[in-house]
Protein backbone atom coordinates (compact mmCIF):
# COMPACT_ATOMS: atom_id res chain seq x y z
CA UNK A 1 0.00 0.00 0.00
CA UNK A 2 2.67 2.40 0.60
CA UNK A 3 4.67 1.60 -2.37
CA UNK A 4 1.28 2.67 -4.46
CA UNK A 5 1.27 5.94 -2.35
CA UNK A 6 4.97 6.60 -3.61
CA UNK A 7 4.56 5.58 -6.78
CA UNK A 8 1.55 7.98 -6.90
CA UNK A 9 3.55 11.22 -5.44
CA UNK A 10 6.34 10.18 -8.21
CA UNK A 11 3.64 10.08 -11.37
CA UNK A 12 2.10 13.49 -10.21
CA UNK A 13 5.20 15.34 -9.13
CA UNK A 14 6.67 14.45 -13.05
CA UNK A 15 3.55 15.65 -14.57
CA UNK A 16 3.63 18.49 -12.64
CA UNK A 17 6.85 19.30 -13.83
CA UNK A 18 6.90 18.82 -16.92
CA UNK A 19 3.26 20.68 -17.20
CA UNK A 20 5.48 23.50 -15.96
CA UNK A 21 8.10 23.15 -18.93
CA UNK A 22 5.29 22.49 -21.60
CA UNK A 23 3.33 25.88 -20.11
CA UNK A 24 6.11 27.75 -20.00
CA UNK A 25 6.35 27.95 -15.93
CA UNK A 26 9.86 28.80 -14.80
CA UNK A 27 11.92 25.35 -13.40
CA UNK A 28 13.55 25.27 -10.20
CA UNK A 29 16.68 26.80 -11.16
CA UNK A 30 15.09 30.50 -12.25
CA UNK A 31 15.43 30.92 -8.71
CA UNK A 32 18.67 30.74 -8.03
CA UNK A 33 19.39 32.37 -11.70
CA UNK A 34 17.22 35.08 -11.03
CA UNK A 35 19.03 35.51 -7.55
CA UNK A 36 22.28 35.88 -8.70
CA UNK A 37 21.55 38.26 -11.71
CA UNK A 38 19.97 40.69 -8.58
CA UNK A 39 23.16 40.43 -7.14
CA UNK A 40 25.15 44.02 -7.06
CA UNK A 41 28.62 43.18 -9.57
CA UNK A 42 31.76 43.33 -8.42
CA UNK A 43 33.81 45.56 -10.91
CA UNK A 44 37.51 46.95 -10.50
CA UNK A 45 38.45 50.19 -12.57
CA UNK A 46 38.10 49.99 -16.00
CA UNK A 47 41.63 49.55 -17.20
CA UNK A 48 43.59 52.75 -18.95
CA UNK A 49 43.47 53.27 -22.63
CA UNK A 50 46.98 52.32 -24.36
CA UNK A 51 47.73 55.28 -26.39
CA UNK A 52 51.35 55.09 -29.05
CA UNK A 53 51.80 58.82 -29.35
CA UNK A 54 53.91 59.88 -32.33
CA UNK A 55 57.73 61.11 -31.91
CA UNK A 56 57.47 64.29 -33.53
CA UNK A 57 60.10 66.80 -34.37
CA UNK A 58 59.30 69.87 -32.20
CA UNK A 59 58.53 72.13 -34.83
CA UNK A 60 54.87 69.93 -34.84
CA UNK A 61 54.21 70.75 -31.26
CA UNK A 62 56.23 72.50 -28.32
CA UNK A 63 59.03 74.18 -30.84
CA UNK A 64 56.48 77.03 -31.47
CA UNK A 65 55.83 77.31 -27.57
CA UNK A 66 60.13 78.57 -27.65
CA UNK A 67 60.42 79.63 -31.22
CA UNK A 68 63.98 80.20 -30.36
CA UNK A 69 65.29 77.20 -29.12
CA UNK A 70 65.76 74.60 -32.41
CA UNK A 71 65.98 71.48 -31.34
CA UNK A 72 64.09 68.79 -33.43
CA UNK A 73 64.68 65.85 -31.16
CA UNK A 74 61.29 64.52 -29.88
CA UNK A 75 59.93 66.01 -26.53
CA UNK A 76 60.35 64.04 -23.12
CA UNK A 77 59.32 63.88 -19.89
CA UNK A 78 62.28 65.56 -18.97
CA UNK A 79 62.16 68.58 -21.08
CA UNK A 80 58.22 69.04 -21.54
CA UNK A 81 57.81 72.37 -21.10
CA UNK A 82 55.65 74.77 -18.74
CA UNK A 83 52.51 76.50 -20.63
CA UNK A 84 53.46 80.20 -20.41
CA UNK A 85 51.74 82.21 -18.65
CA UNK A 86 51.49 85.76 -21.40
CA UNK A 87 49.61 83.27 -23.37
CA UNK A 88 46.76 85.48 -23.14
CA UNK A 89 43.43 83.23 -25.49
CA UNK A 90 46.12 81.20 -26.83
CA UNK A 91 45.31 78.90 -23.69
CA UNK A 92 41.72 78.42 -24.32
CA UNK A 93 43.09 76.49 -26.85
CA UNK A 94 45.48 74.56 -25.56
CA UNK A 95 43.97 71.09 -25.15
CA UNK A 96 46.17 69.45 -27.71
CA UNK A 97 49.37 70.59 -25.18
CA UNK A 98 47.63 68.99 -22.13
CA UNK A 99 46.56 65.59 -23.93
CA UNK A 100 50.34 65.45 -24.81
CA UNK A 101 51.59 65.99 -21.37
CA UNK A 102 49.69 63.43 -19.65
CA UNK A 103 50.91 60.45 -21.95
CA UNK A 104 54.96 61.86 -21.42
CA UNK A 105 54.25 62.16 -17.56
CA UNK A 106 56.01 59.49 -15.51
CA UNK A 107 55.51 59.49 -11.52
CA UNK A 108 57.12 56.08 -9.75
CA UNK A 109 54.69 54.18 -8.20
CA UNK A 110 51.98 55.83 -9.56
CA UNK A 111 49.46 53.53 -9.57
CA UNK A 112 47.55 53.81 -13.73
CA UNK A 113 44.51 51.89 -12.76
CA UNK A 114 43.51 54.31 -10.65
CA UNK A 115 45.08 57.99 -11.62
CA UNK A 116 44.65 57.58 -15.32
CA UNK A 117 42.80 56.91 -18.45
CA UNK A 118 45.18 56.32 -20.95
CA UNK A 119 48.76 55.04 -20.91
CA UNK A 120 51.25 55.76 -23.09
CA UNK A 121 52.56 52.52 -24.94
CA UNK A 122 56.02 52.12 -26.62
CA UNK A 123 54.92 49.34 -28.84
CA UNK A 124 52.81 50.52 -31.32
CA UNK A 125 50.84 46.71 -31.67
CA UNK A 126 49.96 47.21 -27.78
CA UNK A 127 47.82 50.18 -28.78
CA UNK A 128 44.34 50.38 -28.81
CA UNK A 129 45.20 54.02 -30.12
CA UNK A 130 46.99 56.25 -31.75
CA UNK A 131 48.01 59.87 -30.72
CA UNK A 132 48.87 62.32 -33.27
CA UNK A 133 51.05 65.69 -31.19
CA UNK A 134 50.23 68.20 -33.63
CA UNK A 135 49.53 71.59 -32.32
CA UNK A 136 46.91 72.20 -34.97
CA UNK A 137 45.62 75.45 -32.84
CA UNK A 138 48.47 76.45 -31.95
CA UNK A 139 50.15 76.45 -35.05
CA UNK A 140 47.08 78.67 -36.61
CA UNK A 141 47.61 81.06 -33.86
CA UNK A 142 51.74 81.43 -34.27
CA UNK A 143 51.71 80.88 -37.84
CA UNK A 144 48.25 81.60 -39.93
CA UNK A 145 46.19 84.16 -37.64
CA UNK A 146 45.99 86.42 -39.99
CA UNK A 147 44.76 83.96 -42.86
CA UNK A 148 46.46 86.20 -45.62
CA UNK A 149 49.88 86.96 -44.01
CA UNK A 150 52.77 85.01 -45.82
CA UNK A 151 53.58 83.17 -42.85
CA UNK A 152 50.50 80.85 -42.78
CA UNK A 153 52.52 79.52 -45.16
CA UNK A 154 54.31 77.70 -42.71
CA UNK A 155 50.87 76.49 -40.70
CA UNK A 156 50.17 75.11 -44.08
CA UNK A 157 53.58 73.26 -44.73
CA UNK A 158 53.24 71.92 -41.46
CA UNK A 159 49.96 69.95 -42.34
CA UNK A 160 52.01 68.33 -45.75
CA UNK A 161 54.64 67.15 -43.86
CA UNK A 162 52.68 65.26 -40.95
CA UNK A 163 50.09 63.66 -43.41
CA UNK A 164 53.17 62.64 -45.47
CA UNK A 165 54.52 60.72 -42.41
CA UNK A 166 51.58 59.20 -41.30
CA UNK A 167 50.50 58.38 -44.92
CA UNK A 168 53.81 56.29 -44.40
CA UNK A 169 52.90 54.32 -41.83
CA UNK A 170 51.50 51.06 -41.48
CA UNK A 171 49.31 51.37 -38.94
CA UNK A 172 47.99 54.76 -40.11
CA UNK A 173 47.07 52.07 -43.57
CA UNK A 174 46.28 49.41 -41.39
CA UNK A 175 42.94 51.39 -39.94
CA UNK A 176 43.09 54.52 -42.52
CA UNK A 177 43.40 56.41 -39.85
CA UNK A 178 40.42 55.79 -37.67
CA UNK A 179 41.92 55.12 -34.23
CA UNK A 180 44.12 58.00 -34.63
CA UNK A 181 43.36 61.13 -32.53
CA UNK A 182 44.20 64.88 -33.47
CA UNK A 183 43.29 67.60 -31.38
CA UNK A 184 41.56 70.48 -33.16
CA UNK A 185 40.09 72.84 -31.15
CA UNK A 186 40.74 76.07 -33.11
CA UNK A 187 37.86 76.27 -35.36
CA UNK A 188 40.83 77.03 -38.05
CA UNK A 189 42.96 74.41 -37.24
CA UNK A 190 44.13 71.71 -39.47
CA UNK A 191 42.30 73.87 -42.17
CA UNK A 192 44.19 73.48 -45.29
CA UNK A 193 44.07 70.18 -45.12
CA UNK A 194 41.35 68.77 -42.52
CA UNK A 195 39.44 66.83 -45.23
CA UNK A 196 42.48 64.53 -45.15
CA UNK A 197 41.90 63.31 -41.17
CA UNK A 198 37.84 63.15 -42.07
CA UNK A 199 37.81 59.32 -40.97
CA UNK A 200 40.08 60.08 -37.93
CA UNK A 201 38.62 61.05 -33.93
CA UNK A 202 39.32 64.70 -33.63
CA UNK A 203 38.88 66.38 -30.69
CA UNK A 204 36.83 69.56 -30.96
CA UNK A 205 34.90 71.83 -29.11
CA UNK A 206 31.74 72.12 -31.42
CA UNK A 207 31.18 71.12 -34.80
CA UNK A 208 30.01 74.62 -35.90
CA UNK A 209 32.49 75.31 -39.14
CA UNK A 210 32.40 71.40 -40.61
CA UNK A 211 30.15 69.66 -42.19
CA UNK A 212 28.78 66.20 -40.76
CA UNK A 213 31.06 63.97 -42.86
CA UNK A 214 33.90 65.53 -41.39
CA UNK A 215 33.17 66.14 -37.85
CA UNK A 216 30.32 64.37 -35.52
CA UNK A 217 29.25 63.28 -32.59
CA UNK A 218 29.38 59.64 -34.34
CA UNK A 219 33.51 59.75 -34.30
CA UNK A 220 34.66 62.86 -32.86
CA UNK A 221 35.08 64.38 -28.71
CA UNK A 222 33.40 66.99 -27.43
CA UNK A 223 36.32 69.25 -25.31
CA UNK A 224 35.61 71.57 -23.21
CA UNK A 225 37.61 75.08 -24.19
CA UNK A 226 40.39 75.27 -21.63
CA UNK A 227 39.08 77.98 -19.08
CA UNK A 228 41.35 81.35 -18.79
CA UNK A 229 39.99 82.72 -15.15
CA UNK A 230 41.42 81.17 -12.00
CA UNK A 231 39.16 78.38 -10.48
CA UNK A 232 37.98 79.47 -7.15
CA UNK A 233 39.13 77.04 -4.80
CA UNK A 234 37.99 78.91 -1.88
CA UNK A 235 34.64 79.16 -2.43
CA UNK A 236 33.08 78.02 1.35
CA UNK A 237 31.04 81.29 1.49
CA UNK A 238 27.59 80.59 4.07
CA UNK A 239 25.39 81.92 2.17
CA UNK A 240 25.89 81.88 -1.63
CA UNK A 241 23.06 83.07 -2.84
CA UNK A 242 22.71 86.29 -1.04
CA UNK A 243 26.49 86.96 -1.02
CA UNK A 244 26.31 87.36 -4.96
CA UNK A 245 24.75 90.76 -6.17
CA UNK A 246 24.93 90.66 -9.31
CA UNK A 247 21.54 88.12 -11.02
CA UNK A 248 23.37 87.98 -14.71
CA UNK A 249 26.30 88.71 -15.77
CA UNK A 250 28.24 88.62 -19.10
CA UNK A 251 31.50 90.19 -20.15
CA UNK A 252 33.13 90.07 -23.16
CA UNK A 253 32.95 90.43 -27.13
CA UNK A 254 29.87 91.53 -28.36
CA UNK A 255 29.97 91.62 -31.97
CA UNK A 256 30.69 88.47 -33.50
CA UNK A 257 30.10 85.93 -36.92
CA UNK A 258 27.55 83.45 -37.38
CA UNK A 259 25.07 82.63 -34.73
CA UNK A 260 27.01 85.11 -32.32
CA UNK A 261 25.10 87.96 -34.11
CA UNK A 262 22.79 87.28 -30.86
CA UNK A 263 25.41 88.73 -28.62
CA UNK A 264 24.19 92.59 -30.45
CA UNK A 265 21.00 91.67 -29.88
CA UNK A 266 21.07 90.69 -26.23
CA UNK A 267 23.11 94.33 -26.13
CA UNK A 268 19.39 96.01 -26.24
CA UNK A 269 17.37 93.71 -24.25
CA UNK A 270 19.80 93.76 -21.23
CA UNK A 271 20.65 97.23 -21.31
CA UNK A 272 18.95 99.46 -18.34
CA UNK A 273 18.33 96.52 -15.75
CA UNK A 274 19.98 96.94 -12.28
CA UNK A 275 21.38 93.86 -11.38
CA UNK A 276 22.30 92.39 -14.79
CA UNK A 277 25.65 93.24 -16.02
CA UNK A 278 26.33 92.92 -19.87
CA UNK A 279 29.17 94.90 -20.98
CA UNK A 280 31.65 94.74 -24.17
CA UNK A 281 35.53 93.77 -23.83
CA UNK A 282 38.42 92.58 -24.95
CA UNK A 283 40.47 89.50 -23.47
CA UNK A 284 43.54 91.09 -21.91
CA UNK A 285 45.12 90.57 -18.31
CA UNK A 286 43.52 92.82 -16.59
CA UNK A 287 39.94 92.61 -18.09
CA UNK A 288 40.45 88.56 -17.74
CA UNK A 289 40.77 89.35 -13.93
CA UNK A 290 37.98 91.31 -13.97
CA UNK A 291 35.29 89.13 -15.51
CA UNK A 292 36.91 86.91 -12.72
CA UNK A 293 35.70 89.15 -10.37
CA UNK A 294 32.38 89.39 -11.85
CA UNK A 295 31.30 85.95 -12.30
CA UNK A 296 31.78 85.05 -8.61
CA UNK A 297 29.88 87.52 -7.70
CA UNK A 298 26.94 86.79 -9.46
CA UNK A 299 24.33 84.21 -9.37
CA UNK A 300 24.03 83.27 -13.30
CA UNK A 301 26.45 83.75 -15.71
CA UNK A 302 25.47 84.40 -19.41
CA UNK A 303 26.72 82.37 -22.43
CA UNK A 304 25.57 83.13 -25.80
CA UNK A 305 26.95 81.39 -28.54
CA UNK A 306 29.95 82.60 -30.56
CA UNK A 307 31.66 82.90 -33.45
CA UNK A 308 31.01 79.25 -33.23
CA UNK A 309 28.06 77.49 -31.22
CA UNK A 310 30.32 77.75 -27.71
CA UNK A 311 32.54 79.59 -26.04
CA UNK A 312 35.06 79.43 -23.43
CA UNK A 313 32.78 81.39 -21.25
CA UNK A 314 30.87 78.74 -20.35
CA UNK A 315 33.57 77.12 -18.36
CA UNK A 316 35.01 80.33 -16.92
CA UNK A 317 31.69 80.25 -15.26
CA UNK A 318 31.60 76.38 -14.31
CA UNK A 319 35.07 77.21 -12.43
CA UNK A 320 34.10 80.08 -11.33
CA UNK A 321 30.54 78.51 -9.71
CA UNK A 322 28.70 81.02 -11.22
CA UNK A 323 25.47 78.84 -12.71
CA UNK A 324 25.67 78.98 -16.80
CA UNK A 325 22.91 80.63 -18.98
CA UNK A 326 23.66 78.76 -22.15
CA UNK A 327 21.75 80.61 -25.15
CA UNK A 328 22.68 78.68 -28.02
CA UNK A 329 20.51 76.42 -30.51
CA UNK A 330 23.14 74.21 -32.13
CA UNK A 331 25.67 73.72 -28.79
CA UNK A 332 27.17 70.59 -27.81
CA UNK A 333 28.66 69.40 -24.71
CA UNK A 334 32.13 67.88 -23.65
CA UNK A 335 31.11 64.64 -21.04
CA UNK A 336 27.34 64.59 -21.65
CA UNK A 337 27.16 60.78 -21.57
CA UNK A 338 28.57 61.07 -18.08
CA UNK A 339 27.19 64.80 -16.75
CA UNK A 340 24.06 65.88 -16.87
CA UNK A 341 23.97 69.91 -17.54
CA UNK A 342 20.59 70.35 -16.36
CA UNK A 343 21.38 69.86 -12.64
CA UNK A 344 23.95 73.07 -13.17
CA UNK A 345 23.04 74.81 -15.94
CA UNK A 346 19.89 76.54 -17.48
CA UNK A 347 19.32 77.29 -21.05
CA UNK A 348 17.24 79.49 -23.26
CA UNK A 349 16.90 78.93 -27.19
CA UNK A 350 17.60 82.09 -29.24
CA UNK A 351 13.70 82.71 -29.56
CA UNK A 352 12.96 82.87 -25.48
CA UNK A 353 16.67 84.87 -25.34
CA UNK A 354 15.57 87.12 -27.58
CA UNK A 355 11.83 88.00 -26.28
CA UNK A 356 12.26 91.32 -24.09
CA UNK A 357 12.13 90.22 -20.62
CA UNK A 358 11.55 86.44 -20.61
CA UNK A 359 15.01 85.34 -19.67
CA UNK A 360 15.44 87.99 -16.50
CA UNK A 361 12.08 86.99 -15.54
CA UNK A 362 12.97 83.09 -15.35
CA UNK A 363 15.87 83.66 -13.62
CA UNK A 364 14.37 85.70 -11.16
CA UNK A 365 11.68 83.02 -10.56
CA UNK A 366 14.06 80.24 -10.02
CA UNK A 367 13.91 79.31 -6.88
CA UNK A 368 16.98 80.48 -3.82
CA UNK A 369 16.87 76.50 -3.07
CA UNK A 370 16.97 75.45 -6.54
CA UNK A 371 19.88 78.21 -7.25
CA UNK A 372 21.63 76.80 -3.82
CA UNK A 373 21.52 73.11 -5.22
CA UNK A 374 23.17 74.03 -8.67
CA UNK A 375 25.67 75.83 -7.53
CA UNK A 376 26.69 72.78 -5.08
CA UNK A 377 26.77 70.91 -8.26
CA UNK A 378 29.23 73.17 -9.71
CA UNK A 379 31.47 72.98 -7.08
CA UNK A 380 31.17 68.95 -7.21
CA UNK A 381 32.00 68.69 -10.76
CA UNK A 382 34.60 71.52 -11.67
CA UNK A 383 37.08 69.26 -10.95
CA UNK A 384 36.66 67.47 -14.28
CA UNK A 385 37.36 70.71 -16.97
CA UNK A 386 40.37 71.35 -14.85
CA UNK A 387 43.57 70.67 -17.21
CA UNK A 388 46.89 70.28 -15.50
CA UNK A 389 49.83 69.04 -15.70
CA UNK A 390 50.85 66.46 -14.08
CA UNK A 391 47.31 64.96 -14.65
CA UNK A 392 45.02 64.14 -11.59
CA UNK A 393 42.32 61.42 -11.01
CA UNK A 394 39.29 62.34 -13.75
CA UNK A 395 40.30 65.83 -14.63
CA UNK A 396 39.58 67.42 -18.07
CA UNK A 397 42.45 65.74 -19.64
CA UNK A 398 41.49 61.88 -18.22
CA UNK A 399 38.21 62.44 -19.21
CA UNK A 400 38.62 63.40 -22.86
CA UNK A 401 40.64 59.41 -22.97
CA UNK A 402 37.77 58.11 -21.79
CA UNK A 403 35.45 59.65 -24.30
CA UNK A 404 38.44 58.75 -26.59
CA UNK A 405 37.88 55.01 -25.51
CA UNK A 406 34.33 55.32 -25.71
CA UNK A 407 34.71 56.16 -29.77
CA UNK A 408 37.17 53.24 -30.61
CA UNK A 409 34.42 50.57 -31.11
CA UNK A 410 32.27 52.01 -33.55
CA UNK A 411 36.46 53.02 -35.68
CA UNK A 412 37.30 49.54 -35.18
CA UNK A 413 33.87 48.52 -36.56
CA UNK A 414 34.58 50.92 -39.59
CA UNK A 415 38.12 49.93 -39.78
CA UNK A 416 37.03 46.34 -40.55
CA UNK A 417 34.29 46.79 -43.09
CA UNK A 418 36.43 49.36 -45.10
CA UNK A 419 38.87 46.23 -45.65
CA UNK A 420 36.20 44.20 -47.00
CA UNK A 421 33.87 46.57 -48.89
CA UNK A 422 34.27 46.35 -52.55
CA UNK A 423 32.42 49.70 -53.12
CA UNK A 424 32.53 52.27 -50.75
CA UNK A 425 30.04 52.76 -47.34
CA UNK A 426 26.99 52.32 -50.01
CA UNK A 427 24.46 52.17 -47.33
CA UNK A 428 25.48 55.81 -46.84
CA UNK A 429 23.95 56.58 -50.30
CA UNK A 430 20.55 54.90 -49.08
Known amino acids: ?63 MINSQSKDETPVTAKD ?39 VRVSDPELA ?48 GGRDHVFPMTHPNAFRFLRDQVNESIQVVVDFGRYPKQMSNLHKDVVSPYVHVVDSYTDDDIQDPYESRSTLLFFRGRTLRKDEGIIRAKLTKILAGIDDVHYEQSFATGENIKASSQGMRSSKFCLDP ?49 LQPGYM ?17 QLKNISHHYEFQYPPKKRDAVNMLWRQVKHKLPAAKLSAHRSRRLKIPDWWRRR
Request: charged share 25%; proline share 6%.
Open 1 to 63: MLGRVVLSFVFVLLLLTSSAIFIGHPDIRSHFVLKSLNQPLQCGPEPPIRVYMYDLPRRFNVG
Open 80 to 118: FPTWPDNSGLRKQHSVEYWMMGSLLYERDGDSVEETRDA
Open 128 to 175: DAFFVPFFSSLSFNTHGHVMTDPETEVDRKLQVDLLDILKKSEYWKRS
Open 360 to 376: VNQLRQLPKEKWTEMWR
Open 305 to 353: AGDTPSSCRLFDAIVSHCVPVIVSDQIELPFEDEIDYTKFSVFFSFKEA
